[in-house]
Nanobody, 123 residues
């Protein structure tokens, strides 16, 4: 059973930075497809960045150049570094994982989810 635990959310002003962490328990993240998703109030959950089991990454256009996904083998943890944050980045951020060989931006393709961490960006 894969368990995901996110941390690192908070409130920042526009232009600030945050780093989210997703600790993976029960399985090595390197054998999973993983992704960061977000959901703002009244909106559907959307993909932010995904990474497959061989390390290929794909970012949503809205975060390219500002967000970076990284991994720590020793800690079995995936990070999301968010720079130049904008008010429209405000959302609940979720870490997700799946055993699929192909990572997608579709939330329905992921079977394991963390509890979410709130990110609020003020103008």
């Amino acid at each position: 059973q894969v368990q995901l635990v996110e941390s690192g959310g908070g409130s920042v002003q526009a232009g600030g930075s945050l780093r989210l962490s997703c600790a993976v328990f029960g399985y090595s993240y390197s054998r999973l497809c993983m992704g960061w998703f977000r959901q703002a109030p009244g909106k559907e959950r959307e993909g932010v960045v995904i990474i497959d089991s061989v390390g290929r990454r794909s970012y949503a256009d809205s975060v390219k150049g500002r967000f970076t996904i990284s991994q720590d083998n020793a800690k079995n943890t995936v990070y999301l570094q968010m720079n130049s944050l904008k008010p429209e980045d405000t959302a609940m951020y979720y870490c997700a994982a799946d055993f699929s060989r192909i990572a997608t931006m579709f939330p329905a393709d992921y079977n394991y989810w963390g509890q979410g961490t709130q990110v609020t960006v003020s103008s």
